[in-house]
């Protein structure tokens, strides 16, 4: 099947790739936007994260004709305190690969029968299954209600309770769809989709690592780089969106008599004013599209 990457021409030019440039791909996934920015280097370098050893493994394979790439197991959370040195771009295309959806071992999806896991790490210990089964119904619904902004939050949290054991992803569908008044049922969608998205954020840390790495990429980037990131839901453009704002932003105390030269200046600006999102094109070919935004940001000094 063709390997489809959100956005793709639209990120590249956001990222602006210098040929003598280093980068780093906080997501390598199966390598499509890695592939991109290699085939842009000339004698630059490419720093490739992924929590996922599969993934590294495949795009190891994928892009074997590269030397330039350097590939690290490890959260891009870390990525300021990883590297040792500066950088002129950061690309970061967020949550879950197709083939981590669709491999149903690894408990990503509402769709396929698998074991409760959810890790992109295979080698982190906590999995869907253990917050499934051991968190407190209070604890459960913060999860439900914070990160899967789940309205029925704890109609769902007290069936996960009464329901246990729950090994299997179609055992908490089932449990799930229990819960739903038939009025929620009726209704377009999966009815599981907030509370499988919940538990998947819970388990990876998604909108810590994603906060970690907005509070320190700035450490590592050098004047003129540029960070570009794909969100795919509203938790994690907000604060992808908060964080580009506050950098490209300046507030001057209007009381103060500043010379021309002397006015204080942002540290970064916005490339795009709004978020981008997907052509009509790439909707119709990909449906993960569907929920894409682009924002990027330029360090400017
Ligand atoms: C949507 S896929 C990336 C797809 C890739 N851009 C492509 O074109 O093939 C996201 C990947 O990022 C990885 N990932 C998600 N959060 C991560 C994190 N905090 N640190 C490192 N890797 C992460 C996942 O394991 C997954 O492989």
Same mark, same amino acid.
């Given at each position: 099947?063709?390997?489809?990457?959100?956005?793709?021409?639209?990120?590249?030019?956001?990222?602006?790739?210098?040929?003598?440039?280093?980068?780093?791909?906080?997501?390598?996934?199966?390598?499509?936007?890695?592939?991109?920015?290699?085939?842009?280097?000339?004698?630059?370098?490419?720093?490739?994260?992924?929590?996922?050893?599969?993934?590294?493994?495949?795009?190891?394979?994928?892009?074997?004709?590269?030397?330039?790439?350097?590939?690290?197991?490890?959260?891009?959370?870390?990525?300021?305190?990883?590297?040792?040195?500066?950088?002129?771009?950061?690309?970061?295309? %967020?949550?879950?690969?197709?083939?981590?959806?669709? !491999? #149903?071992?690894?408990? &990503?999806?509402?769709? =396929? *029968?698998?074991? +409760?896991?959810?890790?992109?790490?295979?080698?982190?210990?906590?999995?869907?299954?253990?917050?499934?089964?051991?968190?407190?119904?209070?604890?459960?619904?913060?999860?439900?209600?914070?990160?899967?902004?789940?309205?029925?939050?704890?109609?769902?949290?007290?069936?996960?309770?009464?329901?246990?054991?729950?090994?299997?992803?179609?055992?908490?569908?089932?449990?799930?769809?229990?819960?739903?008044?038939?009025?929620?049922?009726?209704?377009?969608?999966?009815?599981?989709?907030?509370?499988?998205?919940? %538990?998947?954020?819970?388990?990876?840390?998604?909108? !810590? #690592?994603?906060?970690? &790495?907005?509070?320190? =990429? *700035?450490?590592? +980037?050098?004047?003129?780089?540029?960070?570009?990131?794909?969100?795919?839901?509203?938790?994690?453009?907000?604060?992808?969106?908060?964080?580009?704002?506050?950098?490209?932003?300046?507030?001057?105390?209007?009381?103060?008599?500043?010379?021309?030269?002397?006015?204080?200046?942002?540290?970064?600006?916005?490339?795009?004013?709004?978020?981008?999102?997907?052509?009509?094109?790439?909707?119709?070919?990909?449906?993960?599209?569907?929920?894409?935004?682009?924002?990027?940001?330029?360090?400017?000094?």
């Amino acid at each position: 099947m063709k390997h489809f990457s959100v956005m793709l021409e639209e990120s590249m030019a956001a990222l602006d790739v210098k040929a003598e440039g280093v980068y780093v791909d906080g997501t390598l996934g199966r390598g499509g936007h890695s592939l991109a920015i290699l085939q842009r280097l000339k004698n630059g370098h490419l720093y490739a994260f992924d929590l996922d050893e599969t993934a590294i493994k495949e795009s190891k394979e994928r892009l074997k004709a590269y030397t330039n790439i350097t590939y690290i197991h490890h959260n891009f959370k870390d990525m300021a305190a990883i590297l040792k040195e500066k950088v002129d771009g950061i690309i970061l295309d %967020l949550g879950v690969s197709s083939p981590q959806f669709d !491999e #149903a071992q690894r408990g &990503f999806s509402y769709r =396929f *029968d698998g074991p +409760l896991d959810m890790r992109m790490d295979q080698s982190q210990t906590l999995t869907a299954h253990e917050i499934v089964n051991t968190y407190e119904e209070d604890a459960l619904f913060k999860i439900l209600h914070n990160y899967g902004e789940e309205p029925n939050a704890g109609r769902i949290a007290r069936a996960i309770v009464e329901n246990r054991p729950i090994d299997t992803t179609l055992k908490l569908v089932e449990v799930i769809k229990n819960a739903l008044p038939a009025k929620v049922l009726a209704k377009k969608g999966h009815p599981c989709k907030q509370s499988f998205q919940a %538990l998947r954020i819970a388990v990876n840390g998604e909108l !810590e #690592a994603l906060q970690n &790495f907005l509070d320190t =990429f *700035d450490n590592i +980037l050098k004047p003129g780089g540029r960070v570009v990131i794909l969100t795919f839901h509203s938790l994690e453009d907000r604060l992808v969106k908060q964080s580009f704002k506050k950098l490209s932003t300046v507030n001057i105390d209007k009381h103060i008599p500043y010379l021309p030269d002397a006015i204080p200046q942002a540290a970064y600006r916005l490339i795009n004013t709004k978020a981008v999102i997907s052509s009509q094109e790439e909707l119709a070919l990909n449906h993960r599209s569907l929920s894409a935004k682009l924002r990027a940001i330029e360090k400017l000094r």
